[in-house]
């Protein structure tokens, strides 16, 4: 009887020694969340302007479009900057269609490459040539170096927001400005140097 109470004892001890131990880890893991800032979109080159004007350019498809300036939808516009060798514009490439139908965007895909390199980049990334640009003008004044690279264009042309992305999250991010008036988590952060400091 006496070695039955005691091996009760022992395992209730064992029992709020696990919960004390879980409750100790809770506590670390939510002080750690406080300290690393949700990254969105990384901006790392400045842009050459602030207002892409209107530039007429032709599908791989061999549609004439136009980008930037005042579009006659009214309608949001995302470029997405990939490259068909890119396992990350690969995996962005799905991601952001189904992102831009959520969130009611256009969206075009825009690449730098020879014609040949495009064409095998529509079966890599799984997209429609109708909605494939190849051009190295509109990267260069968009600032872009890198890709998957994402800028938001408003109706009017104007870059509300920019950067690299590699997940849902990073895109979720761009349409932050319209909310904080800020075009990244990271200008945000800067303008607010304590907003993740605990309360």
């Known amino acids: 009887m ?3 109470i005691l091996a009760q004892a022992a395992l209730w001890g064992t029992v709020l020694l696990t919960v004390a ?3 100790l880890l809770l506590q670390r893991v939510r ?3 406080r300290k690393i800032a949700p990254l969105g979109a990384l901006s790392p080159v400045q842009p050459t302007t602030s207002m892409l004007d209107t530039h007429n350019l032709v599908t791989l498809a061999g549609n004439e479009i136009s980008i930037g300036g005042t579009r006659g939808n009214g309608r ?3 470029l997405l900057f990939v ?3 890119c396992l990350v514009s690969q995996k962005m ?3 952001t269609q189904d992102f831009c139908k959520r969130e009611n965007l256009d969206l075009f895909f825009v690449g730098d490459d020879t014609p040949a390199a495009q064409q095998a980049a529509l079966h890599t990334l799984g997209i429609e040539a109708s909605s494939m640009i190849n051009t190295t003008s509109i990267g260069k004044i968009l600032g872009v170096d890198r890709v998957p690279f994402a800028v938001l264009l408003a109706a009017d042309g104007t870059v509300e927001a ?3 992305v590699n997940n849902r999250e ?3 991010s761009l349409l932050s400005v319209m909310e904080t008036g800020h075009s990244s988590i990271q200008s945000y952060l800067d303008a607010h140097p304590h907003a993740l400091s605990p309360s």
């Open 21 to 23: 131990v879980v409750l």
């Open 2 to 4: 006496t070695a039955l």
């Open 170 to 172: 990073h895109l979720e």
């Open 31 to 33: 002080a750690l969340y």
């Open 93 to 95: 490439a799905s991601i």
């Open 162 to 164: 920019r950067g690299l």
């Open 76 to 78: 949001k516009l995302l």
């Open 83 to 85: 490259s068909g060798t």
